[in-house]
């Protein structure tokens, strides 16, 4: 499944197992023994931390890096232009990491890393998408039924949703405009992908 994808900037991500970034990377010159000693330094090694710290602020690849070290749970060494101890905070946080972006390639069918929760934001737009289990299925890597137990829960949870939004403004009846358009995209994302194409196969 491909969409249709509008004119904005497509950011770059790295795809799972494609390490091709590597060759790009400002420390790709290095010497091992001189990398090791920049990359992995002690933690009172001031000059070999702002040492590294300078080559990576000038490394094209530097947020792939710091995402590579993330997605491994890489916890050691200088990745990405942060420390151990900096980057420590961003690991505990992975998994609620919500990347529009990142969901948007996904539903193009970009083989990307997903936290927890950007899976659950592409099956509730997948969902409102009209998305059939087998396309979830290939964008997510798991079988259908899991696929299509994923659409289940997005149409519960939105379905609750609409009944609360609807029973707090004194309406029994599904608010209009959610009953005529159930393929709403919202957001960033409804300016990223088109939302026309989502259903097709690919």
């Known amino acids: 499944m ?31 023994d001189v990398a090791d000693q920049l990359f992995f330094p002690t933690p009172r090694a001031r000059k070999d931390i702002a040492r590294a710290k300078a ?31 900096e980057r420590r905070p961003l690991h505990h946080q992975l998994d609620r990491r919500l990347d529009s972006d990142r969901v948007a390639a996904a539903l193009r069918g970009m083989d990307i890393h997903l936290s927890s929760a950007e899976r659950t934001a592409v099956a509730r737009l997948a969902y ?3 998305f059939t289990a087998e396309q979830l299925a290939r964008i997510l890597k798991v079988s259908e039924d899991w696929a299509t137990d ?7 949870e939105i379905e609750d ?33 088109d939302r026309d194409s989502l259903g097709e196969a690919a």
């Open 55 to 85: 080559l990576c602020a000038q490394c094209p690849v530097r947020r792939i890096c710091l995402d590579a070290a993330l997605e491994s749970e890489s916890l050691y060494g200088i990745r990405g232009g942060l420390t151990e101890t």
């Open 150 to 156: 994923l659409l289940r829960s997005a149409h519960l």
């Open 2 to 32: 491909h969409a249709r994808i509008t004119d904005l900037p497509v950011p770059v991500f790295r795809r799972l197992g494609d390490n091709s970034w590597h060759d790009k990377a400002a420390c790709g010159s290095l010497e091992p």
């Open 161 to 193: 949703r609409d009944r609360y939004w609807d029973e707090t403004h004194g309406q029994d009846e599904p608010r209009a405009d959610i009953a005529a358009d159930a393929s709403v995209v919202s957001g960033r994302l409804g300016q990223v992908i």
């Open 128 to 130: 409102l998408s009209g």
